[in-house]
């Protein structure tokens, strides 16, 4: 079947909260947690690639584990196929499926790690670590996954020879090819791509990105794709997430959110990168400011200290997401443009 994209949600957030244990603050006895997702709502539709940028910081690789069942949430859930992959009494994600149907989730949600080298074991060789997911996930003999090896090299375009290297002989390129091949070994129908090329060059990262676009037209996947890097999720999405502190404060279509946004945080960010079609008024907005303390997140706007539209309402009240001009657009400020 040729999945349009838009067609229904695959992967949703709804309500996700996560909150590590953190510091014991001097004076008081509590530990405080350090609000990592503050209630993040996400829709990711069949066949499409949802761009997730923010700052560093704001939650993306917090929100990509939970999103595969790397990790739990606080609060809120995470469905696939409109099922919920973290139940609260379940030890593991897997504890929801019997015994039968044990790995299926793990091998329909792959991650493709921020950090490609380290990601993969250093006393493996590539062959090995491919090998592992063919074994354990689809229950592969060892002569069915040698085939499969080598149809999953050609797939990333690298050359059978480095089947027999191990994680520190590769270049950075070469490493995330693998971290894909590995992921893409179990025939997965969602790929979570956490910053896939942002530590690559910009010929290499060409390559990669070239490579993921065509696997997924071969593979009728869907993307997350991570990234801080505005240009490369402009080229690779068709819808956007923009996150800040914890929280989506703008999302919809790649089009509508870059061309016209809405949130002043989205202005600050595409008014960072040079761009001779756009220019934005940026006065009054102070771009230095760090993010909120996460052990101890404002009542309001976490935005507001940065805004040079913020009124007193913006330090009070949370806005939440809501209809902007343009279909599927959608941004929580108080105070939006929509001009
Ligand atoms: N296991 C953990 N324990 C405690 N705090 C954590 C943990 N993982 C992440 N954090 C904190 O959660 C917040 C979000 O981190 P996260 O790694 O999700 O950010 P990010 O947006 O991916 O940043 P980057 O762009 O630098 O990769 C940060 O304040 C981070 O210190
Ligand atoms: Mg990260």
Same mark, same amino acid.
């Given at each position: 079947?040729?999945?349009?994209?838009?067609? @229904?949600?695959?992967?949703?957030?709804?309500?996700?909260?996560?909150?590590?244990?953190?510091?014991?603050?001097?004076?008081?006895?509590?530990?405080?947690?350090?609000?990592?997702?503050?209630?993040?709502?996400?829709?990711?539709?069949?066949?499409?690639?949802?761009?997730?940028?923010?700052?560093?910081?704001?939650?993306?690789?917090?929100?990509?584990?939970?999103?595969?069942?790397?990790?739990?949430?606080?609060?809120?859930?995470?469905?696939?196929?409109?099922?919920?992959?973290?139940?609260?009494?379940?030890?593991?994600?897997?504890?929801? @499926?019997?015994?039968?149907?044990?790995?299926?989730?793990?091998?329909?949600?792959?991650?493709?790690?921020?950090?490609?080298?380290?990601?993969?074991?250093?006393?493996?060789?590539?062959?090995?670590?491919?090998?592992?997911?063919?074994?354990?996930?689809?229950?592969?003999?060892?002569?069915?996954?040698?085939?499969?090896?080598?149809?999953?090299?050609?797939?990333?375009?690298?050359? @059978?020879?480095?089947?027999?290297? @191990?994680?520190?002989?590769?270049?950075?390129?070469?490493?995330?090819?693998?971290?894909?091949?590995?992921?893409?070994?179990?025939?997965?129908?969602?790929?979570?791509?956490?910053?896939?090329?942002?530590?690559?060059?910009?010929?290499?990262?060409?390559?990669?990105?070239?490579?993921?676009?065509?696997?997924?037209?071969?593979?009728?996947?869907?993307?997350?794709?991570?990234?801080?890097?505005?240009?490369?999720?402009?080229?690779?999405?068709?819808?956007?997430?923009?996150?800040?502190?914890?929280?989506?404060?703008?999302?919809?279509?790649?089009?509508?959110?870059?061309?016209?946004?809405?949130?002043?945080?989205?202005?600050?960010?595409?008014?960072?990168?040079?761009?001779?079609?756009?220019?934005?008024?940026?006065?009054?907005?102070?771009?230095?400011?760090?993010?909120?303390?996460?052990?101890?997140?404002?009542?309001?706007?976490?935005?507001?200290?940065?805004?040079?539209?913020?009124?007193?309402?913006?330090?009070?009240?949370?806005?939440?997401?809501?209809?902007?001009?343009?279909?599927?657009?959608?941004?929580?400020?108080?105070?939006?443009?929509?001009?």
């Amino acid at each position: 079947m040729n999945v349009q994209p838009g067609h @229904y949600p695959i992967l949703e957030a709804k309500q996700l909260w996560r909150t590590f244990s953190g510091k014991h603050s001097f004076f008081r006895r509590k530990q405080q947690g350090l609000h990592a997702l503050q209630g993040v709502d996400l829709s990711v539709q069949a066949g499409e690639v949802l761009g997730v940028v923010g700052e560093s910081g704001c939650g993306k690789s917090t929100l990509a584990r939970l999103l595969v069942g790397l990790d739990r949430p606080s609060r809120g859930d995470v469905y696939f196929n409109n099922t919920p992959i973290h139940r609260p009494d379940s030890q593991h994600m897997l504890g929801m @499926y019997d015994k039968e149907n044990k790995y299926s989730l793990a091998k329909s949600l792959q991650y493709v790690f921020q950090d490609a080298v380290s990601a993969l074991n250093p006393r493996k060789t590539v062959a090995m670590s491919l090998q592992e997911p063919m074994q354990y996930l689809l229950g592969l003999t060892r002569q069915r996954s040698e085939a499969r090896l080598k149809q999953l090299m050609v797939q990333v375009k690298l050359p @059978y020879e480095l089947l027999q290297r @191990y994680p520190h002989e590769l270049s950075g390129g070469q490493a995330q090819r693998v971290g894909i091949a590995r992921a893409l070994a179990a025939d997965p129908k969602v790929l979570v791509l956490d910053e896939p090329v942002s530590a690559l060059d910009v010929s290499v990262q060409a390559q990669v990105l070239n490579v993921l676009l065509e696997l997924k037209q071969t593979h009728k996947l869907t993307y997350v794709f991570i990234s801080h890097d505005l240009s490369v999720v402009e080229k690779i999405s068709q819808r956007v997430s923009v996150m800040y502190f914890g929280r989506v404060v703008e999302q919809g279509p790649v089009n509508d959110v870059f061309q016209q946004p809405c949130h002043p945080y989205t202005r600050l960010l595409l008014a960072s990168i040079p761009r001779l079609d756009q220019s934005l008024d940026m006065s009054g907005m102070d771009s230095s400011t760090e993010l909120p303390d996460p052990f101890n997140p404002p009542k309001g706007c976490a935005f507001a200290p940065r805004c040079s539209r913020a009124k007193p309402t913006c330090f009070q009240k949370q806005p939440t997401l809501s209809t902007m001009p343009g279909e599927q657009h959608t941004a929580a400020c108080h105070f939006p443009h929509l001009s």
